[in-house]
């Protein structure tokens, strides 16, 4: 039987419950345990699939096919491991099961009720992981913030639980902010006991407290926390800002949340934190050598969550070698082909993003276009790929009209259109070719040499693809369909020759980028813009010498 520790969070949304959780995630996995995380979320969406990134950022999809939270992509790149679709569940999931049982019968002459019906179905699938004895602890993170009207059910079931299970199997960790009030030059508590207090009220009561803050909390402000939220002092986590993320499992480690964990789960057979390799890669992260710029074409480019992905794997990409990655958002609607070597001006390479809609599709198809002829190293994802297929049949193969379907149904050249089995689709939720699919690429290609194997898998999120009537045409013109599905024959990789670095792919490669497994698109790619910049830099060199001279 698994241990669960629950993580809520108090005060305000933004404190970073995702990696708090991830970090004592990962720290219990550094000691030896088996260790799995999942996420609540208090919406009614069955799934985040159909939410604007503007709203919740983006969707992190799974091997399995789930469309989930954001925070899954961090369990993953913390944990190296894979989530499913029973990692995340939301609100909008629980009803749904409940009222399908109602609709078969299974309550029948029952008034079906949130406790103990909807109540049940949370205690339910909040135990699954931990039933078939894979995992030693199973932390689940509860979206939202305690006094949200939508996360009560959510907190009952945990109180439930509290009472249900034996002290020892379930703890609760509770993270709140401590301000600090520059005019008072003083850290405050009181934000903590109020939140502390409501979780009480609910009848849940923390078993640790973690406590954000700009400021050292001190032993003093520990004490108070402790007292006045009924915990012990060791209990009283101070969490400070770090420089990343991926400093914070460190951080939790010198405050010792893990020991207070194991110590309340009175788990005893753990070992030493293996943390060797993070270390490594945290140096190199924090030390870089270089520094180089990449461009992130898209249209929700103001909003960092809406990349997370992508922007986490040039973290992982850039730490292995040793360069510092610059990313500058290039918001792709404002992009023209008057104005975009102004636009990409200083960039060492550029990554064209991954998107659903009209939007800013021409500013996109301009950056790559600019990219291939200029030698400017170019990495298009999903979308991008399909960007630079519209782009090459444009620009290249003479076909002026050439589209895709999903902007302009009527077009002369389809050269990206619909995969048939999506044509007879409806519904929305859950409905794109979604999930691990295999692809096997070409020998003596540019794919072949970054993946080093002939049979990969990656993840997909799309409706739309390379349209195989246009195959031929595309060869012959100099492009190399380099990795292909071996059952549908639809394009999953395609690469120009003679260029820098020229790849674009129907899959997400960032969502199986870790830390200790970066995606090797990435890394390859970020190898080519560091070989440009270096390139750029000693022809630029000479030339400020003559200057000088
Ligand atoms: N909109 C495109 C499609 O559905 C691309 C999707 C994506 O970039 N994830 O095929």
């Given amino acids: 039987m698994a241990k669960y520790i629950f993580v809520t969070g108090g005060v305000t949304s933004s404190l970073g419950k995702g990696i708090i959780a991830a970090s004592l995630a990962k720290l219990l996995q550094a000691r030896g345990l088996r260790v799995t995380i999942q996420k609540f979320d208090p919406y009614i969406n069955v799934d985040p699939g159909t939410l604007n990134p503007y709203e919740h950022g983006e969707c992190f999809v799974t091997e399995d096919g789930a469309e989930t939270d954001l925070d899954l992509g961090h369990y993953e790149r913390f944990l190296n491991i894979h989530t499913s679709q029973a990692n995340n569940v939301t609100t909008g999931r629980i009803y749904q099961t409940v009222i399908n049982r109602e609709r078969a019968g299974d309550f029948l002459g029952k008034t079906v009720q949130v406790v103990p019906h909807i109540t049940d179905e949370i205690k339910r699938r909040m135990l699954l992981l931990g ?84 400021e050292p909390l001190g032993n003093d402000i520990k004490r108070k926390i402790a007292l ?49 390799k993070w270390k490594v890669f945290l140096d190199k992260l924090k030390y870089p050598k270089s520094k180089v710029t990449i461009g992130l074409i898209g249209k929700y480019v103001e909003l960092q969550d809406a990349y997370k992905s992508i922007l986490e794997s040039f973290v992982h990409a850039g730490a292995i070698n040793e360069v510092k990655i610059q990313v500058v958002n290039v918001h792709s609607e404002y992009i023209t082909a008057e104005n975009v070597a102004e636009k990409l001006e200083g960039l060492d390479g550029l990554l064209v993003a991954p998107g659903f809609g009209m939007r800013g599709i021409e500013g996109k198809i301009v950056a790559v276009k600019y990219a291939r002829e200029n030698g400017l190293p170019f990495f298009g994802i999903c979308l991008g790929m399909q960007m630079a297929v519209i782009e090459f049949a444009r620009t290249v193969l003479n076909l002026p009209h050439a589209h895709s379907t999903e902007m302009d149904q009527s077009t002369e050249d389809a050269v990206i259109n619909m995969m048939e089995e999506q044509k007879k689709i409806k519904m929305m939720g859950g409905t794109m070719r979604l999930g691990s699919y295999p692809c096997m690429i070409k020998e003596g290609t540019l794919a072949h040499k970054i993946y080093g194997d002939s049979e990969i898998s990656e993840r997909h999120r799309h409706r739309y693809e390379f349209n195989n009537q246009y195959l031929e045409q595309f060869e012959n013109a100099g492009v190399v369909f380099s990795g292909r599905n071996p059952e549908t024959g639809l394009v999953e990789i395609m690469e120009i020759p003679n260029h820098p670095f020229f790849i674009g792919v129907q899959y997400h490669p960032e969502l199986k980028s870790t830390v200790e497994r970066p995606a090797p698109l990435f890394v390859s790619f970020i190898e080519a813009v560091k070989k440009y910049n270096e390139q750029k830099s000693s022809i630029k060199s000479p030339l400020l010498q003559s200057e000088m001279i």
Wanted: proline share 5%; hydrophobic share 40%.
């Fill in 131 to 214: 039933k078939d004895g894979k995992y030693d602890v199973v932390l689940t993170e509860i979206g939202g913030t305690v006094g949200d009207i939508e996360s009560l059910p959510f907190i009952e079931a945990v109180r439930q639980l509290q009472w249900e299970l034996p002290d020892e199997d379930v703890m609760v960790v509770h993270l709140t902010l401590i301000p600090y009030l520059k005019a008072a030059k003083e850290l405050k508590t009181k934000p903590t006991q109020h939140s502390v207090k409501m979780l009480s009220e609910t009848g849940v009561h923390p078993d640790v407290i973690v406590c954000r803050t700009e």
């Fill in 228 to 276: 006045f939220c009924n915990v012990k002092t060791e209990a009283v986590i101070e969490a400070m800002d770090a420089s990343t993320i991926y400093e914070v499992p460190l951080l939790m480690l010198r405050e010792k949340l893990d020991l207070i964990c194991l110590q309340k789960l009175n788990i005893t057979n753990y070992q030493e934190p293996q943390l060797d």
